[in-house]
């Protein structure tokens, strides 16, 4: 069987999220529903396919079974290839041993075999925690032109951003000079995406060096690049224009989710020219009852709506009865919001039922202290009952 | 006992009753006119079968089926996409001469090889222009057990003129016996009618239909349910679920309209039986800055700016700001422009209706807008 690709893509979706707490307890965090009828790993996967991509290896470690379930056998994605598609890679037990991930670089090197199937030239790197679309076809015609051994794609953030993430120096020619993790007093603005792409044998040369060393963490980040770098490989930093954001935290999945509802930000869903595919499910369409008023908002299939939703993302199947207040939240899948209930700057996780009368989170201008507001979290499958209050910030993950 | 369903072949009649709707089926099959904004008339019955445990399902169409072809591409969305039986669908033989069947044991005829060659037993064969949701092997088994030759699956109550003029009728025994059949009586009244699904033996249909056709008798509804009452055992299988049958231009709007009511809907979409259909991958619908939208039931990839009220809106639907839509349903893609007032219309797919203006129909009986214009 004939079976080269120019360009493999590699996915890493095994991080256990922890900083979205309760959102994450039993699912992977690229499996977290976004934007009502997605979930994150929609838009990586979507990126490959509309930028010809179709070979993605997906590695799973954490909480795999929602998100194998999700990606099936990628036919959502048109990626239910004879030739490729998407293949879900699991560590696995071989003659020397089982080993777990331990780190970007090490699930890359545990399936050099999968990549060496397809005799790439080129491996795209990607995690599973981004809501972004690019066409990465482009910067693989950047990292030919460059003559790379490796292009990371960069943003240009707030200086006060900075120091959140791994940032890069380079020369006038985009040629990176300096890499450093998190840096405290940050040389330049440009933030790595978490995006790379490697001409092949230089990447299964590094991880395999890399595995050699002991003291190593097997991280690209931390490893891979810097190792590169001092070996002075040919390396590019590739500009990123447009919307990214990373959802790793309670805060940046919330504003990720409300920055569809604002007419300014300029990630677009609607456009057929670049769609995110999804795992549909057959519901009905959504029913906007007589007594509901629905405004500022994104609601999908299967919703049954009577009551109050303003400036909130609905996903599929929530039911939202009369006299309920939705405001400023992300309702998942399934959830429930009997009457009279309010639910203010919070997120509800799949299938979660917040009873009659119950008061989930509070509008900030209430609070005098910034650090005693947040967002409020109600975990999946979780029943607040009747009258139940949760506070802003709180973070419930079971029956109350 | 239960029975094996995938012994059972579906097979579907998509352009039947294509007259009675000559607004919507000018362009398309009965089987893939759309239906309660992200569905197609076919998906229902389709649905059902999938979900009563069928894998084997034959689309018999004549004309116009572009359309459905598109619907239902591989059958993969009903999980029909099989190596085994599956969907397949049966348009028109290259030897018949014009390409036309002059009835339905005719259109069973040219897909004899078809029929013969599935595994089947039984056969269950419906049109498209009713919408329900059922567990078709409760009707096998009825049929099983009842020993009928032929079940006809009724509902009993008291119909217009206007739903009898496209029926079949039956006077039946205590026992369901069929004793006599009219079709399309001329006055209203208290009828068992039937729903247009019927359950016979796959041997007994082939030998009927070679027996008749080569006769000149293609017209099942004729020819065998009001011929063979004294010859065949025909029985009636009383259906007491939720129905919508199609048969004009307004018993289409109101089938559609009483899905507002969430009753309905959950009778017709269950949580158990999902009604399966092709998927566009569309973006959740987006509701703007003091838009209104009270009983209405909207798909997908809406942008909604203005008021919608009462209103079925299919996918990817846009209702500019200061527009108002009442009472109306608005197929895929139509755009209502800037402070333009609609009411009680029907537009079809990619129906542009500029700014200002103001489209309005009697309630009761809706006004269509074909596909594509612009006004």
Known sequence: MY?????????????????????????????????????????????????????????????PLVLNDYIGNGQAWNLDRIHGGVHILPPYQSSSGAQWYEGTANAIYQNLSFIDRYDPEYVVILSGDHIYKMDYSDMLSYHKKKNAACTIAVLNVEYEEASRFGIMSTDETGAITKFVEKPKEPES????????????????????????????????GKNIIPAMLAAKERMYAYSFE?????????????????????????????????KIYSNNDSRAPQLIGS???????????????????????????????????????????GATVRKGAVVEYSIVGENSVIEAGAHIGARPESYESKSDWGVAVVGHDVTIGQGAVVAPKQIIDHDI | MSYNMTNVLGILFANSHDETLPELSSNRTMGSVPFGGRFRLIDFLLSSMVNSGMSTVGVITKSNYQSLLDHVGSGRQWDLARSDGGLTILPPY????????????????????????????????????????????????????????????????????????????????????????????TRSGHYTMSLNTYIVKKQLLVDLVNDLVPRGKCNFDRDILQAMTQKLNIRTYEYTGYYSKISGLDSYYKANMELLKSENLEKIILKKRPVYTKVRDDAPSKYGLNSSVTNSLVADGCVIEGVVENSILFRGVKVSKGAVVRGCILMQDTEIGRATEVSNIITDKNVKIGDELCISSAEGSPLYIAKKRVL
């Open chain 2, 94 to 185: 290259g030897s018949t001469g014009n390409g036309q069947y002059n009835g339905k044991l005719d259109a069973l005829m040219n897909a004899m090889g078809y029929i013969v060659k599935t595994p089947c037993e039984y056969v269950i064969m419906s049109d498209c222009n009713v919408i329900y949701s059922a567990d078709l092997s409760k009707q096998v088994e009825a049929h099983i057990a009842s020993g009928a030759d032929i079940t006809c699956v009724t509902v009993t109550g008291d119909y217009t003129q206007s739903e009898t003029a496209d029926a079949i009728t039956f006077e039946a025994d205590d026992s369901g016996r069929v004793l006599s059949t009219v079709i399309n009586p």
């Open chain 1, 3 to 63: 079976n080269k690709k120019e360009c493999v893509a590699m996915l890493l979706a095994g991080g256990q999220g922890s900083r979205l707490y309760a959102l994450t307890k039993n699912v992977a965090k690229p499996a977290v529903p976004y934007g009502g009828k997605y979930r994150i790993i929609d838009f990586p996967l979507s990126n490959c396919v509309n930028s010809g991509i179709d070979t993605v290896g997906v590695l799973t470690q954490y909480q």
């Open chain 1, 242 to 274: 447009g919307y990214w954001k990373d959802v790793g935290t309670i805060d940046s999945l919330w504003e990720a989710n409300m920055d569809l509802l604002s007419p300014s930000v300029t990630l677009d869903l609607y456009d057929p020219a670049w």
């Open chain 1, 291 to 333: 007594d509901a008023k629905v405004q500022n908002s994104m609601i999908t299939t299967g919703c049954v709506i009577d009551g109050f939703v303003d400036f909130s993302v609905i996903s599929g199947g929530v039911t939202i009865e009369e006299g309920a207040v939705v405001a400023d939240s992300i309702l998942m899948p």
């Open chain 1, 189 to 220: 603005t440009l933030a790595s995406m978490g995006i790379y792409i490697f001409s092949y044998p230089a990447l299964k040369k590094y991880l395999i060096e890399n595995e050699e060393d002991t003291s190593a963490t097997k991280d690209f």
